[in-house]
């Protein structure tokens, strides 16, 4: 099975890539997000990746996990 993956895909777009095929990459690398860095609550039913540049870099260090409630405030502050 050799399957073309990211650089190597005809259809890797580097830092072109759109907003939701960023989110996929992320959870790829990183996995669902299962808690919330900000308040610590693990037991909320949603978990968003959040942005922490906002310029939507292609950098794992560039994401937070939030919960929703979090992820609101976090963004009304930037």
Do not use: M, T
Request: glycine content about 6%.
């Amino acid at each position: 099975r050799n399957r073309l993956q990211e650089k190597n895909s005809l259809a890797w777009k580097g830092d072109n890539v759109g907003y939701r095929g960023l989110h996929i990459w992320v959870e790829k690398h990183l996995g669902k997000p299962r808690f919330c860095e900000h308040c610590g609550i693990r037991e909320s039913k949603r978990y968003h990746w959040a942005n922490k540049s906002k310029k939507y870099l292609r950098k794992l260090s560039d994401w937070i996990r939030l919960c929703v409630k979090c992820h609101k405030q976090y963004d009304k502050k930037i």
